[in-house]
């Protein structure tokens, strides 16, 4: 079945740092692929997605390229701020009637 | 827009007890899902709902849970009775469609069984 690995947290940086949250993937087909972000407190929220290979997505700063050769959609981001803090998950979508598949977690924290 | 919400934000129950939580999607979205997050874990789907018609149910632990969306719109997930394992976040999703596959979530119910 379709599965996510995402690299173990907490990943603890300076603020102003760069960032990288490795993510792979093993799917049949050609999946969608998904970053989302869930601040304390507060329901997960889309980050990013990309639905084929070499797209790129991007907001607020992130950004993530969709590797079909490398199955990968590594998280980046080039100067974190303290607002940053929370646990990002990559996900899948194979396209059928099973919802995301989700990585466990990587636990952001930003220190000024 | 409203997002989605969910209702109760947190609950704590003995093993054994029947617990329900309650899912409105954002207005005009057909799917609905339900995912459950075990700390530590990313979510994992439950159930997922076209309209008020089951897309898929093979995760849902059949035995003790059931789930339903009558009408299309609200939707309500219970577990009868609760075991300790069943200790988790409870989120629910909705997008416009199958076929479209952005998904919103709501802030999650919080189930503590003791």
Not at chain 1, 1 to 7: A, E, I, K, L
Not at chain 1, 14 to 32: M, R
């Given at each position: 079945?379709?599965?996510?690995?995402?690299?173990?947290?907490?990943?603890?940086?300076?603020?102003?740092?760069?960032?990288?949250?490795?993510?792979?993937?093993?799917?049949?087909?050609?999946?969608?692929?998904?970053?989302?972000?869930?601040?304390?407190?507060?329901?997960?929220?889309?980050?990013?997605?990309?639905?084929?290979?070499?797209?790129?997505?991007?907001?607020?700063?992130?950004?993530?390229?969709?590797?079909?050769?490398?199955?990968?959609?590594?998280?980046?981001?080039?100067?974190?701020?303290?607002?940053?803090?929370?646990?990002?998950?990559?996900?899948?979508?194979?396209?059928?009637?099973?919802?995301?598949?989700?990585?466990?977690?990587?636990?952001?924290?930003?220190?000024? | 827009?409203?997002?989605?919400?969910?209702?109760?934000?947190?609950?704590?129950?003995?093993?054994?007890?029947?617990?329900?939580?309650?899912?409105?999607?954002?207005?005009?979205?057909?799917?609905?899902?339900?995912?459950?997050?075990i700390?530590?874990?990313?979510?994992?789907?439950?159930?997922?709902?076209?309209?008020?018609?089951?897309?898929?149910?093979?995760?849902?632990?059949?035995?003790?849970?059931?789930?339903?969306?009558?009408?299309?719109?609200?939707?309500?997930?219970?577990?009868?009775?609760?075991k300790l394992e069943d200790s988790?976040?409870?989120?629910?999703?909705?997008?416009?469609?199958?076929?479209?596959?952005?998904?919103?979530?709501?802030?999650?119910?919080?189930?503590?069984v003791?």
């Amino acid at each position: 079945g379709d599965s996510v690995t995402q690299m173990e947290g907490p990943v603890t940086l300076s603020e102003e740092a760069f960032l990288t949250i490795n993510c792979t993937y093993t799917a049949t087909g050609y999946p969608s692929l998904f970053w989302y972000v869930q601040y304390p407190g507060e329901g997960l929220q889309l980050l990013l997605k990309a639905t084929k290979a070499d797209d790129k997505g991007s907001n607020k700063g992130f950004e993530a390229t969709y590797r079909k050769e490398t199955t990968s959609f590594h998280l980046e981001k080039g100067s974190v701020q303290v607002s940053d803090s929370a646990v990002y998950f990559c996900a899948l979508y194979g396209g059928g009637a099973d919802g995301l598949t989700f990585g466990k977690g990587t636990h952001l924290i930003i220190q000024p | 827009e409203a997002g989605v919400a969910q209702s109760p934000r947190y609950k704590i129950i003995e093993k054994r007890q029947s617990v329900a939580f309650w899912c409105n999607p954002i207005s005009g979205h057909a799917t609905l899902y339900w995912y459950q997050q075990i700390l530590g874990q990313g979510p994992k789907l439950l159930i997922q709902f076209q309209n008020n018609g089951v897309v898929d149910d093979s995760q849902l632990p059949k035995d003790r849970f059931s789930a339903e969306r009558l009408k299309g719109v609200d939707s309500t997930l219970k577990i009868q009775p609760a075991k300790l394992e069943d200790s988790a976040v409870y989120l629910c999703a909705s997008s416009l469609d199958r076929a479209i596959d952005e998904q919103y979530f709501g802030p999650g119910t919080r189930l503590t069984v003791t």
